[in-house]
């Protein structure tokens, strides 16, 4: 009886542990599809590159829907995923404001949940910190649908964009949703400029 009961049991706890895996896996896959197609419809939408500080509510604040940069794709893309990126990145810079650069790079003496999310080198930070921060590699097949992947433009300007599903015409590099000055764009650029940092979030 005993060792029926154990059989039970391991069959059980497998039975458990593969179907939590399985659901898992299909959580996932699921996020990186919302969050790319949350990115991919930003293309449709008529923004205007407008870098200037806006004062915005807190939290899940945005900036006007016809403005927006680089990082407002981003924030943007997050919140179809119920992910506040304002909120957590004002959390944990005001808990650890040391580590980010924010008084180095704008001579910051305090958190500004206004702007510090809109920022590059602070969503690196963040997503350093909490996330997963991966290779920077020059081949294609290292950057996955969903990876954020950062680039210092000429003149030491700060770039971040999307990797997503769909192919360059030639097939060899993922495109890339970003908006580097003309509104939220699905481009072949992966590999335009300098390649800064790779990151995933959220999304495992």
Not at 71 to 97: C, P, S, W
């Amino acid at each position: 009886m005993s060792r029926l009961l154990v059989s039970l049991f391991g069959g059980l706890l497998i039975f458990i542990a593969h179907h939590s895996s399985a659901e898992n896996i299909v959580g996932t896959t699921n996020k990186t599809q919302t969050l790319i197609a949350a990115a991919i419809a930003q293309t449709q939408d008529n923004v205007t590159y407008n870098a200037a500080y806006f004062k915005i509510t807190y939290p899940m604040g945005d900036v006007p829907a016809q403005y927006g940069v680089c990082t407002d794709v981003i924030i943007r893309a997050y919140r179809k995923l119920g992910i506040d990126l304002q909120q957590l990145v004002h959390e944990d810079m005001r808990g650890n404001f040391s580590l980010y650069p924010a008084k180095k790079n704008w001579g910051q003496t305090k958190t500004d949940a206004n702007i510090d999310h809109r920022r590059v080198p602070n969503l690196q930070t963040f997503f350093t910190r909490h996330g997963k921060k991966l290779i920077i590699s020059s081949e294609s097949q290292d950057y996955q649908a969903g990876d954020l992947v950062t680039w210092m433009l000429p003149g030491n300007l700060p770039h971040i964009g999307i990797v997503t599903d769909q192919r360059s015409a030639d097939g060899l590099r993922p495109l890339i949703v970003h908006n580097i000055g003309a509104g939220p764009q699905l481009e072949d650029m992966l590999f335009d400029y300098t390649i800064s940092g790779h990151y995933r979030y959220a999304l495992f």
